[in-house]
């Protein structure tokens, strides 16, 4: 009798672990696929320039022992400067931001193109070199084609009015020194983008 006692008894106490492993791996699992809201880019944000409420949105993340370098959503990081870019989707990582004015080294401008000056399937976030380009008339001598700048980062691309070969609206985030030449180079003859690459 004593037997069969301490054999269930040792039944029980099996059982009992058995549950209790089951039980902390549940929570163990659980803890670490928690969760936790982090800031993501979800339009292109150019290095240089200031983040805005509507370069962001919100996303669920489970990071691990990663989510000390990213932006959870209870810290705010609009008015602070990007250092580098950012693609779309992309989470905010904390040492790729800034509060020191001196890093705001790039503006936005608006251009408008041809259709055919500018290749198809470039998009937001891409970065494009401009050229200078003047069309030859019957007595003018022929201008070569000269470079503007390089590195101009697309923060958008409207395309509505280039179906019929219209213009392209063309908005670039560039740094301040290249504006004046850029602005310039629009007023004669007419610019054409060029991929950085293939």
């Not at 106490?13 to 993501?40: D, F, H």
């Not at 609009?78 to 004015?101: K, M, N, P, Q, W």
């Amino acid at each position: 009798m004593v037997v069969k006692k301490k054999s269930q008894s040792r039944l029980y106490l099996a059982i009992a672990l058995c549950l209790l492993t089951l039980l902390a791996s549940y929570l163990m699992s659980r803890a670490a696929n928690t969760q936790v809201p982090y800031w993501v880019a979800i339009r292109p944000i150019a290095a240089g320039t200031q983040i805005q409420q509507a370069d962001l949105g919100q996303q669920l993340v489970a990071l691990g022992s990663v989510a000390g370098k990213y932006l959870p959503t209870t810290t705010n990081p609009i008015g602070s400067i990007a250092r580098r870019r950012f693609v779309t989707g992309e989470l905010l990582l904390g040492t790729s931001l800034t509060d020191d004015a001196r890093s705001l080294t790039h503006q936005e401008i608006s251009l408008s193109l041809r259709a055919v000056d500018i290749p198809q399937d470039v998009v937001a976030g891409e970065l494009i070199a401009l050229y200078q380009v003047h069309d030859v008339r019957e007595a003018n001598a022929v201008i070569a084609p000269k470079f503007v700048t390089g590195g101009a980062f697309v923060t958008s691309l409207d395309r509505k009015g280039s179906n019929f070969g219209g213009e392209v609206a063309l908005g670039l985030s560039l740094e301040r020194a290249e504006i004046a030449p850029v602005l310039s180079a629009s007023t004669s003859g007419r610019l054409v983008a060029v991929r950085t690459h293939g």
